[in-house]
């Protein structure tokens, strides 16, 4: 056991510090684009980015699938002792995050502390876990981007968390989202999330959906009263995805998130944490997802990753479409940048990448993407005939009819006798999609 305390500790040591060695370098360890002091837009750019690694997928999965047994043999994996397991695994990540030179990191409780089954149990490795977390943030200089509670992997809740049919269920859920967020809020964390991975059905003849929906609306009003009880100033978000593992998820969308807030009065407390592969699989792109969130003002952070376009499942891939990307970065920069949010890698490598090296150049290719699309972004807004030409097509509603129409001094009558006046048909102009779509390729570099 010793030996593998010791090649947990020195799992990543093999790894050289990245560091910004501009495009020309042939290092595969260096950020050719992400240069963490450029300044972009009035920010650096790791102040625009605030990018984060993930424990989950990163130090959590051991490489099994449905199908297979898991191939990474990480030597935390390795230790009988479930706590200092867990010691390992918490040092190793933090070995690796100062090796990325990346400043945020996320968790799930059960991914950060040893298993427990009971209450107690839950709450003591929890603590124990989140004291280590502390001084690791304190000697690292890290910092934590978000803090979650697994509610959907523990057998206890296959018929969900909080939409249980068993109140002593969501009661569970209750006590590990207190733990979660309390923990969230002692490690200075910027956000909480929910995912709501089993708050759904897998078939409607076992399922009240009325019942279920006033569960998780009256679930989460609870965790929002608590944010407010322990002064909690960082926002709390739902991750919404479609399905998987549910059959149907009830946060689907961006759009099905908000109106499920609004219906319970929480669409000003709670925003959302939009994943890439999440807007795939609702058949929705990522920069939808972006905008709408935008559109409805309750953006509020990003999970980075892609699907696959010959799969239907959350593959979870590293990004690397960087005309993708720039869009989406063109939207949040164009919004006024990231507030609490930040772009977590919810992402890991594949199953037949089973090395220290293949975790980092995962991450380092990935953060090279989104620093060329942040340039990009930037220079999409510089260019300016992308925003010009939205601008130019709504500015009728800036006066006459259209301003009246969209003030509500004006009712049908009176718009149809206008039409009527005019006396002659409205003519169509081009939409210019074809223009636009070259503008972007011009400047996708
Ligand atoms: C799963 C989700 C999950 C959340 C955190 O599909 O992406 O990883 O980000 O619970
Ligand atoms: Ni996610
Ligand atoms: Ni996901």
New binding site residues.
Partial sequence: MADHLAASSAYFQSLPQARYEGPDSDNDFAYRYYDKNQMVMGKTMEEQLRLSVCF?HTFCWDGSDVFGAGGFNRPWHQIDDPRTAAVAKREAAFDLFQRLDLPFYSF?DVDVMAPAETAQDHIGHMHEAVDHLETLMANSGRKLLWG?ANNFSHPRYMAGASTNPDPEIAAFAGLQVREALNATHRLGGSNY?L?G?REGYDTILNTNIGQELDQLGKFLTLVVEHKHKIGFTGDILI?P?PHEPTKHQYDSTVQTVHAFLQRYGLEKEVRVNI?ANHATLAGLSFEHEVDMAFALDIFGSL?LNRGDPQNGW?TDQFPNDLREITLMMKSILAAGGMKNGGLNF?AKVRRQSISAEDIAQSHIGAVDLIARALLNAEAMINDGRIDQFKRQRYAGWDKGIGAKMLNGQVNLDEIADFAVAKNQAPAPVSGRQEWLENVVTQLVK
């Fill in positions: 989950w799930h979650t999330v995912w991975g991750e995805k994943e999970d959350d919810d």
